[in-house]
């Protein structure tokens, strides 16, 4: 398994253990982590404080429960310019406690990595599955 794999499987194990401050380790100070349009969340948040409140904190308060499994964690090798690439495939699923209505939805994660730091995740996900529960 490559350190980039490594650093990706390392927030996904903390956030199965509900661990905030392991789950944000591993991210540069100016990551740059894009929910996919049509999520709830959607659009970019710069820096991990702004990841913790704007997804991972408004998660916790508005769905019980909200679910991350990923099947898969691929490592997609490094470009010429030290950028790595790791993909993380699975599933969410979740109620939303407004609505009480629940989801079931697929999800990739691209994951950029340079020089031991997360710096960049965009989400690609059925959205619409995430948003009859909401809406």
Not at 17 to 26: K, N, Q, R, V
Not at 52 to 80: H, K, L, M, N, W
Not at 83 to 97: E, P, Q, R, S, W
Request: charged share 15%; net charge negative.
């Amino acid at each position: 398994m490559s350190a980039n794999q490594a650093l990706v499987e390392a927030h996904y194990a903390a956030s199965d253990a509900g661990d905030l401050a392991g789950m944000l380790a591993p991210f540069s100070p100016d990551i740059q982590w894009t929910e996919a349009a049509g999520f709830p969340y959607a659009g970019t948040y710069v820096g991990p404080d702004a990841v913790a409140a704007g997804v991972f904190g408004r998660i916790q308060a508005e769905f019980s429960p909200f679910v991350v499994t990923i099947d898969a964690v691929y490592d997609g090798g490094v470009d010429d310019s030290g950028l790595g690439t790791v993909f993380g495939i699975g599933n969410y699923a979740g109620t939303y406690t407004a609505t009480g209505r629940s989801f079931d939805a697929r999800v990739v994660h691209v994951w950029r990595v340079r020089d031991g730091q997360a710096v960049a995740f965009e989400q690609i996900v059925d959205s619409a599955q995430v948003r009859a529960a909401t809406d």
